[in-house]
């Protein structure tokens, strides 16, 4: 059926999810269900109770949250994947890490979860969706962690090859601040010997005269 000019809710399809959403966006845009299901179906209120219609479409909408949900499991890491990696360096290590906690639509699948959870919710679609409240919570905080542990692994990516380089310059010039300190004792060394033996010749010379003069 379609809407006449003056009526700005326009066409409801007669069945499939499209229909669904569109009676649940109506209710929650304030047009109003009963005013709804009245003008655009040919149903009272009482004819859509009676035909569980909502009903199904409340159930229709919690089976769409719980499989967002468990999509949004599945893609995350599996524990084994970044608990188990084989690298020949550290940075073979983190870059491997940094794949392994790649949460691929993870957060797209959630965000689905959480847009039909909130228009179930405003629509009074769920007896009780405590239980789909705590899922999205507990699965945002995972989600969370493991995107910031991934881009940790990103970080040190970057900067374990920036380090090594600094730290191999810093011992490259202890090294040669070494070599330096040996040169100067041995210079030094050398001259203290000088030192000596011309105070020995100069004493042998001493003794010579006084030996003279007597």
């Known amino acids: 059926m379609t809407s006449?000019?003056?009526d700005?809710?326009?066409?409801?399809?007669?069945?499939g999810r499209e229909r669904r959403n569109r009676l649940f966006s109506l209710s929650l845009s304030g047009a109003g269900l009963n005013h709804v299901l009245t003008n655009h179906t040919g149903m009272?209120?009482?004819?859509f109770e009676d035909d569980d219609l909502f009903d199904e479409a409340a159930a229709d909408v919690r089976s769409d949250v719980e499989a967002d949900l468990a999509a949004a499991r599945d893609a995350l890491p599996?524990?084994?994947?970044?608990?188990?990696?084989?690298a020949d360096n550290t940075l073979g290590v983190l870059n491997a890490l940094g794949q392994a906690l790649d949460t691929g639509d993870a957060a797209e699948r959630l965000r689905d979860a959480k847009k039909w959870y909130a228009m179930g919710e405003r629509a009074d679609a769920f007896d009780?969706?405590?239980?789909?409240?705590?899922?999205?919570?507990?699965?945002?905080a995972v989600l969370e962690d493991v995107?910031?542990?991934h881009d940790h692994a990103n970080e040190l990516s970057?900067?374990?090859?920036?380090?090594?380089?600094?730290l191999d310059d810093a011992s490259e010039a202890a090294d040669a601040d070494d070599a330096d300190g040996t040169d100067d004792?041995?210079?030094?060394?050398?001259?203290?010997?000088?030192?000596d033996a011309d105070a020995t010749d100069a004493s042998s010379e001493t003794d010579e005269t006084g030996e003279a003069a007597e």
């Open 4 to 6: 006449d000019d003056s």
């Open 44 to 47: 009272s209120q009482s004819t």
């Open 78 to 86: 599996a524990s084994d994947a970044i608990w188990m990696v084989e």
């Open 147 to 149: 995107e910031t542990a």
């Open 8 to 15: 700005p809710i326009g066409t409801i399809p007669k069945t």
């Open 185 to 195: 004792a041995d210079g030094a060394g050398e001259s203290g010997d000088a030192d």
């Open 128 to 140: 009780d969706a405590d239980d789909l409240a705590d899922q999205i919570e507990e699965l945002e």
């Open 158 to 166: 970057s900067t374990v090859p920036e380090l090594r380089g600094a």
